[in-house]
Protein backbone atom coordinates (compact mmCIF):
# COMPACT_ATOMS: atom_id res chain seq x y z
CA UNK A 1 0.00 0.00 0.00
CA UNK A 2 1.06 3.69 -0.41
CA UNK A 3 0.41 6.76 1.31
CA UNK A 4 -2.59 8.57 -0.29
CA UNK A 5 -1.38 10.77 -3.46
CA UNK A 6 -0.21 14.20 -3.00
CA UNK A 7 0.66 13.47 0.98
CA UNK A 8 4.46 14.31 1.12
CA UNK A 9 7.35 11.60 2.12
CA UNK A 10 7.16 10.41 5.79
CA UNK A 11 7.92 11.95 8.81
CA UNK A 12 11.20 10.34 10.36
CA UNK A 13 11.26 10.64 14.33
CA UNK A 14 13.68 9.14 16.58
CA UNK A 15 12.34 7.64 19.85
CA UNK A 16 15.28 8.68 21.96
CA UNK A 17 16.60 9.13 25.77
CA UNK A 18 19.94 8.67 26.78
CA UNK A 19 18.63 6.07 30.03
CA UNK A 20 17.94 2.95 29.62
CA UNK A 21 15.15 1.24 30.98
CA UNK A 22 12.53 4.95 30.56
CA UNK A 23 10.09 3.13 28.05
CA UNK A 24 12.06 4.04 24.66
CA UNK A 25 11.28 0.57 23.12
CA UNK A 26 8.09 0.38 24.27
CA UNK A 27 7.22 3.95 23.16
CA UNK A 28 8.17 3.10 19.39
CA UNK A 29 6.57 -0.33 19.27
CA UNK A 30 3.41 0.84 20.61
CA UNK A 31 3.16 4.04 18.40
CA UNK A 32 3.95 2.25 15.60
CA UNK A 33 0.96 -0.29 16.11
CA UNK A 34 -1.41 3.17 17.14
CA UNK A 35 -0.23 5.07 13.58
CA UNK A 36 -0.81 1.50 11.46
CA UNK A 37 -4.50 1.28 13.84
CA UNK A 38 -5.31 4.56 12.44
CA UNK A 39 -4.28 3.50 8.60
CA UNK A 40 -0.70 5.39 8.38
CA UNK A 41 2.00 3.17 6.74
CA UNK A 42 4.74 2.90 9.28
CA UNK A 43 8.38 2.00 9.56
CA UNK A 44 10.22 0.99 12.35
CA UNK A 45 13.71 1.07 12.56
CA UNK A 46 15.47 -0.60 15.37
CA UNK A 47 18.57 1.20 16.00
CA UNK A 48 19.44 -1.32 19.24
CA UNK A 49 21.90 -4.02 18.95
CA UNK A 50 19.62 -5.32 21.63
CA UNK A 51 16.84 -6.11 18.82
CA UNK A 52 13.96 -6.10 21.25
CA UNK A 53 11.87 -3.31 18.98
CA UNK A 54 12.34 -6.45 16.28
CA UNK A 55 11.35 -9.18 19.01
CA UNK A 56 8.50 -6.85 20.34
CA UNK A 57 7.02 -6.57 16.71
CA UNK A 58 7.08 -10.78 16.50
CA UNK A 59 10.27 -10.78 14.80
CA UNK A 60 12.68 -13.36 15.67
CA UNK A 61 15.76 -11.23 15.12
CA UNK A 62 18.20 -14.91 15.05
CA UNK A 63 17.09 -15.51 11.77
CA UNK A 64 17.08 -12.95 9.51
CA UNK A 65 18.67 -12.71 5.99
CA UNK A 66 19.48 -8.94 6.39
CA UNK A 67 18.55 -6.63 9.33
CA UNK A 68 19.77 -2.84 9.18
CA UNK A 69 23.46 -3.35 10.25
CA UNK A 70 23.42 -4.57 6.34
CA UNK A 71 22.05 -1.42 5.32
CA UNK A 72 24.37 1.00 7.46
CA UNK A 73 27.24 -0.77 6.23
CA UNK A 74 25.50 0.21 2.11
CA UNK A 75 25.27 -3.82 1.37
CA UNK A 76 21.64 -4.25 0.89
CA UNK A 77 18.64 -1.39 0.79
CA UNK A 78 16.23 -0.80 3.35
CA UNK A 79 13.44 -2.56 0.87
CA UNK A 80 16.16 -5.66 0.89
CA UNK A 81 15.97 -5.79 4.74
CA UNK A 82 12.95 -4.80 5.45
CA UNK A 83 9.99 -7.40 7.22
CA UNK A 84 6.30 -7.15 7.93
CA UNK A 85 5.13 -7.09 11.44
CA UNK A 86 2.05 -9.52 10.55
CA UNK A 87 1.14 -8.51 14.40
CA UNK A 88 1.67 -4.76 14.39
CA UNK A 89 0.71 -3.98 10.66
CA UNK A 90 3.73 -2.18 10.23
CA UNK A 91 7.09 -2.79 8.32
CA UNK A 92 10.34 -2.99 10.73
CA UNK A 93 13.85 -3.17 9.69
CA UNK A 94 15.09 -5.22 12.20
CA UNK A 95 18.19 -5.38 14.49
CA UNK A 96 20.33 -8.00 16.29
CA UNK A 97 23.93 -8.16 18.06
CA UNK A 98 25.29 -7.91 14.75
CA UNK A 99 24.85 -4.24 14.75
CA UNK A 100 27.15 -4.08 17.71
CA UNK A 101 30.05 -3.90 15.09
CA UNK A 102 28.79 -1.28 12.92
CA UNK A 103 29.99 0.89 14.73
CA UNK A 104 33.62 -0.28 13.73
CA UNK A 105 32.88 -0.52 10.02
CA UNK A 106 31.24 3.22 10.06
CA UNK A 107 34.10 4.69 11.45
CA UNK A 108 36.24 4.35 8.08
CA UNK A 109 33.54 5.62 6.09
CA UNK A 110 33.44 9.21 5.35
CA UNK A 111 30.01 9.85 5.19
CA UNK A 112 29.76 7.95 7.99
CA UNK A 113 26.62 9.39 10.35
CA UNK A 114 24.61 10.18 7.10
CA UNK A 115 24.36 6.07 5.97
CA UNK A 116 20.80 6.15 7.83
CA UNK A 117 19.73 8.91 6.05
CA UNK A 118 21.05 8.80 3.38
CA UNK A 119 19.13 4.57 3.31
CA UNK A 120 15.50 6.03 4.33
CA UNK A 121 15.75 8.68 1.19
CA UNK A 122 15.17 5.77 -0.78
CA UNK A 123 11.67 4.69 1.25
CA UNK A 124 10.12 7.54 2.57
CA UNK A 125 8.15 8.40 -0.20
CA UNK A 126 6.34 4.69 0.73
CA UNK A 127 5.60 5.73 4.58
CA UNK A 128 3.62 8.39 6.65
CA UNK A 129 5.78 7.93 9.51
CA UNK A 130 9.02 6.63 10.29
CA UNK A 131 10.42 5.63 13.58
CA UNK A 132 13.53 4.81 14.91
CA UNK A 133 14.21 3.26 17.98
CA UNK A 134 17.64 4.18 19.90
CA UNK A 135 20.13 2.95 21.72
CA UNK A 136 20.47 4.34 25.11
CA UNK A 137 24.14 5.78 24.43
CA UNK A 138 25.15 7.99 22.28
CA UNK A 139 27.40 6.12 19.99
CA UNK A 140 27.43 6.37 16.42
CA UNK A 141 24.37 4.21 15.64
CA UNK A 142 22.46 7.06 17.88
CA UNK A 143 24.04 9.85 15.21
CA UNK A 144 22.64 8.19 12.64
CA UNK A 145 19.22 8.12 14.05
CA UNK A 146 19.37 12.10 14.86
CA UNK A 147 21.04 12.62 11.56
CA UNK A 148 18.07 10.90 10.01
CA UNK A 149 15.47 12.42 11.71
CA UNK A 150 13.03 15.43 11.44
CA UNK A 151 12.70 15.57 15.17
CA UNK A 152 12.99 13.77 18.20
CA UNK A 153 10.00 12.28 20.72
CA UNK A 154 11.78 11.84 24.12
CA UNK A 155 9.77 9.26 26.61
CA UNK A 156 10.55 9.73 30.12
CA UNK A 157 9.70 8.84 33.53
CA UNK A 158 8.46 11.85 35.84
CA UNK A 159 11.44 10.73 38.59
CA UNK A 160 13.99 13.56 40.17
CA UNK A 161 16.90 13.22 38.15
CA UNK A 162 14.71 12.83 34.64
CA UNK A 163 14.90 16.62 34.33
CA UNK A 164 19.30 16.12 35.10
CA UNK A 165 18.85 13.45 32.29
CA UNK A 166 16.96 15.39 29.93
CA UNK A 167 19.53 18.34 29.93
CA UNK A 168 22.21 16.11 27.90
CA UNK A 169 19.73 14.70 25.24
CA UNK A 170 18.74 18.32 24.59
CA UNK A 171 22.64 19.31 24.67
CA UNK A 172 23.16 16.42 22.15
CA UNK A 173 20.19 17.38 19.84
CA UNK A 174 21.08 20.82 19.91
CA UNK A 175 24.67 19.71 18.40
CA UNK A 176 23.47 17.48 16.33
CA UNK A 177 21.28 20.78 15.02
CA UNK A 178 24.27 22.55 14.69
CA UNK A 179 26.82 20.04 12.74
CA UNK A 180 24.83 17.79 11.19
CA UNK A 181 21.16 18.03 10.93
CA UNK A 182 19.43 21.44 10.96
CA UNK A 183 15.85 20.04 10.51
CA UNK A 184 16.23 18.00 13.74
CA UNK A 185 14.19 19.35 16.61
CA UNK A 186 12.42 18.66 19.84
CA UNK A 187 9.10 17.00 18.59
CA UNK A 188 7.62 16.46 22.42
CA UNK A 189 8.11 14.55 25.75
CA UNK A 190 5.82 12.05 26.06
CA UNK A 191 5.76 10.96 30.09
CA UNK A 192 5.51 6.93 30.69
CA UNK A 193 5.27 4.66 32.91
CA UNK A 194 3.10 7.35 34.88
CA UNK A 195 1.60 6.90 38.54
CA UNK A 196 -0.79 9.55 39.10
CA UNK A 197 -0.79 8.30 42.73
CA UNK A 198 2.90 9.00 43.34
CA UNK A 199 3.01 13.33 44.20
CA UNK A 200 6.65 13.15 43.50
CA UNK A 201 5.45 12.07 39.91
CA UNK A 202 2.57 14.69 40.04
CA UNK A 203 4.88 17.34 40.83
CA UNK A 204 7.70 16.63 38.08
CA UNK A 205 5.23 16.06 35.71
CA UNK A 206 3.58 20.06 36.70
CA UNK A 207 7.15 20.93 36.68
CA UNK A 208 7.51 19.69 32.78
CA UNK A 209 4.83 21.53 31.55
CA UNK A 210 5.77 24.62 33.25
CA UNK A 211 9.12 24.54 32.00
CA UNK A 212 8.30 23.01 28.57
CA UNK A 213 4.22 24.41 27.78
CA UNK A 214 3.14 22.87 24.75
CA UNK A 215 6.50 20.42 23.90
CA UNK A 216 4.91 18.22 26.20
CA UNK A 217 2.10 16.00 24.96
CA UNK A 218 -1.19 15.60 26.22
CA UNK A 219 -1.30 12.01 26.02
CA UNK A 220 -0.10 10.54 29.54
CA UNK A 221 1.56 6.34 29.44
CA UNK A 222 0.09 4.76 32.26
CA UNK A 223 2.18 2.40 34.09
CA UNK A 224 0.19 -0.74 33.11
CA UNK A 225 1.47 -4.52 33.33
CA UNK A 226 -0.43 -5.50 29.92
CA UNK A 227 2.59 -3.16 27.93
CA UNK A 228 5.04 -5.09 29.78
CA UNK A 229 3.82 -8.42 29.52
CA UNK A 230 3.16 -7.92 25.29
CA UNK A 231 6.78 -8.40 23.97
CA UNK A 232 6.92 -11.93 25.53
CA UNK A 233 3.82 -12.91 23.31
CA UNK A 234 5.69 -10.86 20.15
CA UNK A 235 3.07 -8.17 20.02
CA UNK A 236 2.59 -4.45 20.71
CA UNK A 237 0.79 -3.96 24.01
CA UNK A 238 -2.02 -1.59 21.60
CA UNK A 239 -3.06 -5.16 20.05
CA UNK A 240 -2.07 -7.60 22.48
CA UNK A 241 -4.61 -6.04 24.66
CA UNK A 242 -6.41 -3.27 23.19
CA UNK A 243 -8.78 -2.58 26.09
CA UNK A 244 -6.28 -2.00 28.14
CA UNK A 245 -5.54 1.28 29.75
CA UNK A 246 -1.66 1.44 28.38
CA UNK A 247 -2.88 0.42 25.01
CA UNK A 248 -5.44 3.47 25.01
CA UNK A 249 -2.87 5.72 25.95
CA UNK A 250 -0.88 5.10 23.02
CA UNK A 251 -3.75 4.91 20.43
CA UNK A 252 -4.42 8.16 21.80
CA UNK A 253 -0.66 9.33 21.74
CA UNK A 254 -1.08 8.67 17.87
CA UNK A 255 -3.91 10.61 17.34
CA UNK A 256 -2.07 13.78 19.19
CA UNK A 257 0.66 12.69 16.64
CA UNK A 258 -0.72 13.52 13.71
CA UNK A 259 -2.49 16.14 14.54
CA UNK A 260 1.06 18.07 15.92
CA UNK A 261 2.53 16.87 12.18
CA UNK A 262 -0.08 18.87 10.52
CA UNK A 263 1.12 22.01 12.61
CA UNK A 264 4.97 21.26 11.62
P1 LIG B 1 14.04 1.29 26.93
O1 LIG B 1 13.80 0.93 25.52
O2 LIG B 1 14.09 2.77 27.18
O3 LIG B 1 15.23 0.60 27.51
P2 LIG B 1 11.70 -0.32 27.51
O4 LIG B 1 10.62 0.20 26.62
O5 LIG B 1 12.38 -1.58 27.10
O6 LIG B 1 12.77 0.82 27.79
O7 LIG B 1 11.03 -0.45 28.95
C1 LIG B 1 11.78 -0.91 30.07
C2 LIG B 1 10.90 -1.87 30.86
O8 LIG B 1 9.75 -1.20 31.35
C3 LIG B 1 10.40 -3.03 30.03
O9 LIG B 1 10.36 -4.18 30.81
C4 LIG B 1 8.98 -2.60 29.64
O10 LIG B 1 8.13 -3.70 29.41
C5 LIG B 1 8.55 -1.83 30.86
N1 LIG B 1 7.59 -0.77 30.55
C6 LIG B 1 7.74 0.22 29.63
N2 LIG B 1 6.68 1.05 29.64
C7 LIG B 1 5.83 0.57 30.58
C8 LIG B 1 4.54 0.99 31.06
N3 LIG B 1 3.91 2.08 30.60
N4 LIG B 1 3.98 0.25 32.05
C9 LIG B 1 4.60 -0.83 32.55
N5 LIG B 1 5.79 -1.28 32.14
C10 LIG B 1 6.40 -0.59 31.16
MG1 LIG C 1 15.02 -0.13 24.18
Redesign the pocket.
Known sequence: AQPAAGRRAARVFCVA?Q?????????AVNLAAGLAAQGQQVLLVDL?PQG?ATMGSGIDKQNLANTLYQVLIGDVQIADAAVRSETGGYDVLPANRELSGAEIDLVQLEDRERQLRQAIAAVAPRYDFILI?CP?TLSLLTLNGLTAAHGVII?MQCEYFALEGLSDLINTIKRVHANLNPDLRVIGLLR??FDPRMTLQQQVSAQLESHFGDKVFAAI?????R??EA?SYGMPGVVFDPASK?AQAYVAFGAELIERVKKL
Do not use: E, Q, S
Open positions: NKGGVGKTTTDNDPPVMIPRNVLAPG
